[in-house]
């Protein structure tokens, strides 16, 4: 069994910073690319960003210069810095991961979700 587990939301007043971690754990053989999505309410879910496991990283145009997305792959970690945060940032940010497990399973799976929340 594998899970992901995030930590690090919370609230920020604007222009303020938080940086989010998910970590996998369990049965993992590899995994491929990692990312952060967000959903806010009324909102369907977006990509935020991503990253392979070779380092390449993909951003939303909205959050490009403001997000960096890195990884740990040590660690099977992912973590998602946030600076100049916005009103419009409010969102739950869910991780996800391409995992193949020890039994050569192909996996995609979503953490549990941490709120941010950027007062206006």
């Known amino acids: 069994q594998v899970q992901l587990v995030e930590s690090g939301g919370g609230l920020v007043q604007p222009g303020g910073s938080l940086r989010l971690s998910c970590a996998a754990s369990g049965s993992i053989f590899s995994i491929n690319a990692m990312g952060w999505y967000r959903q806010a309410p009324g909102k369907q879910r977006e990509l935020v960003a991503a990253?392979?496991?070779?380092?390449?990283?993909n951003y939303a145009d909205s959050m490009k210069g403001r997000f960096t997305i890195s990884r740990d792959n040590a660690k099977n970690t992912v973590y998602l810095q946030m600076n100049s945060l916005k009103p419009e940032d409010t969102a739950v940010y869910y991780c996800?991961?391409?995992?193949?497990?020890?039994?050569?399973?192909?996996?995609?799976?979503w953490g549990q979700g941490t709120q941010v929340t950027v007062p206006s």
């Open positions: 996800n991961a391409w995992v193949t497990t020890t039994g050569r399973a192909q996996l995609h799976l």
């Open positions: 990253v392979t496991s070779g380092g390449s990283t």
